[in-house]
């Protein structure tokens, strides 16, 4: 059974690159109340280990309040001394098969790009979930890889494991992706980032 279940809760959050201050925690439990959220990933990318779990405890504990799955990005060794309830992992990063041993039945979710093959292995790999893109233009980091409408369509007509699109999703764009079946929208720029909106009030608008 799939860990990663599917909801009417389309919003999976990715923190910014850094947490220095405590407003963070703050603007994190109002994007909470709004129980829109499914899915909270941290990805710290240069923190040192004990920075990077004291972070995720403290976060760890505001997903528990409101029902948030936490995911921490690219360590399953990491997602297991916080006590996450899994691991995002790129292609790069640790295989599946090493981190399930580490995980057990912990939700494992894998980047697939814009990639018909990386799709396939990871439904052979029986991940989790699979994440697909970057749909859109995105500040949040260097885009190697475009994803479209049609890879997507390809992903949703061969798998039922839950798709996640990601990159540059905002107000403007991200009824496209839901219209075509994408399960949940990863969303990190348009809260954290956003010139217009707090945080709380940006996710109010989705």
């Known amino acids: 059974m799939n860990k990663f279940k599917k909801s009417k809760k389309f919003i999976y ?9 405590d407003s963070f925690y703050k603007d994190l439990e109002l994007i909470f109340k709004t129980r ?14 004990s920075r990077h779990i004291y972070i995720g405890k403290k976060i760890k504990k505001l997903c528990k309040k ?5 995911l921490i990005n690219d360590n399953p060794i990491l997602s297991k001394k916080i006590g996450a309830d899994g691991c995002h992992l790129g292609q790069n990063d640790m295989n599946i098969h090493e981190a ?3 995980l057990k039945n912990k939700i494992i979710g894998l980047t697939c790009h814009n990639s018909k093959s990386l799709i396939l292995k990871a439904i052979n790999d029986k991940v989790d ?6 749909f859109f233009s995105t500040k949040t980091k260097k885009v190697k ?5 049609k890879i997507l369509r390809y992903a949703k007509n061969i798998t039922n494991i839950p798709i996640v699109a990601i990159g540059g999703i905002k107000l403007s ?3 496209k992706l839901l219209l075509n079946k994408a399960n949940f929208l990863a969303i990190s720029s348009y809260i954290w980032n956003n010139k217009k909106l707090k945080p709380g009030e940006a996710i109010k608008k989705l």
């Open 13 to 21: 959050i990715i923190s910014p690159n850094t947490i220095k201050k």
């Open 66 to 70: 409101f029902n948030v799955k936490l």
């Open 173 to 175: 764009n991200y009824k």
């Open 100 to 102: 399930r041993k580490i």
């Open 145 to 149: 890889y475009r994803a479209n409408i």
């Open 129 to 134: 979930y699979i994440a697909l893109g970057a």
């Open 36 to 49: 829109k959220v499914s899915y909270f990933q941290l990805r710290l990318k240069k923190e040192k280990e």
